[in-house]
């Protein structure tokens, strides 16, 4: 199959298939998995997590963490903060929206800076996480949103001749081969390798 073929325009249905998400918040959320669902998406609720990599933020693209209550089975001291922080760090391809009933919290957190949305936590949040939810899985699932947005994100650690025509055309002849390496992505692209490695999770999740 010519990969033409592999990167039409892929619609929002295609993408709610693909997009899992998860909950991690003390109260329970099964309001919103159960609305998110109904509205053709795949989420789940967990109440706290015992370590960064179990299966269900493994399987899951994206993680909405509440900033209170959670974090207390690792011991966490900033709670859903420091979750977050941990998840970003660890699996900087993943999505982590950050929320809360509270209008404040320490901005000074590092989480502040590598979690990709925040929102406020409400009776009437539904339509906000699915409209959260849709915006980022069309940077994973999306190609023309997923290659534009992984470029901007590590052109500055990029060689300078290196446009975003030649990136993307790179990832085009990557995302080609039947399964994808770190060696397959260093092949094409001149970069080091906690980039390679990056890209290399980033484009097996958007084949899937």
Aim: aromatic share 8%.
């Amino acid at each position: 199959m010519f990969f033409t073929k592999q990167i039409k325009e892929t619609t929002i249905e295609d993408i709610k298939a693909k997009t899992r998400i998860l909950f991690i918040d003390d109260q329970s959320r099964n309001d919103i998995v159960e609305y998110l669902d109904n509205e053709g998406w795949s989420a789940r609720w967990i109440s706290d997590i015992k370590a960064i990599d179990i299966p269900d933020i493994l399987d899951s693209h994206i993680i909405c963490v509440d900033i209170k209550g959670v974090g207390q089975k690792l011991n966490k001291e900033n709670e859903g903060l420091d979750i977050a922080a941990s998840i970003k760090k660890r699996y900087p391809q993943k999505k982590v929206i950050l929320y809360s009933s509270q209008a404040s919290h320490n901005i000074f957190h590092e989480a502040n800076v590598l979690i990709d949305r925040r929102i406020h936590k409400s009776s009437g949040d539904y339509e906000i996480f699915r409209n959260e939810s849709e915006d980022l899985s069309k940077e994973i699932f999306n190609w023309a949103v997923m290659s534009l947005k992984t470029y901007n994100m590590i052109k500055n650690d990029l060689p300078s001749e290196l446009t975003y025509e030649k990136f993307e055309s790179a990832l085009k002849k990557i995302a080609k081969k039947k399964s994808i390496t770190d060696q397959i992505v260093s092949k094409y692209l001149p970069i080091a390798n906690n980039l390679v490695q990056m890209i290399s999770i980033i484009l097996q999740m958007y084949k899937g």
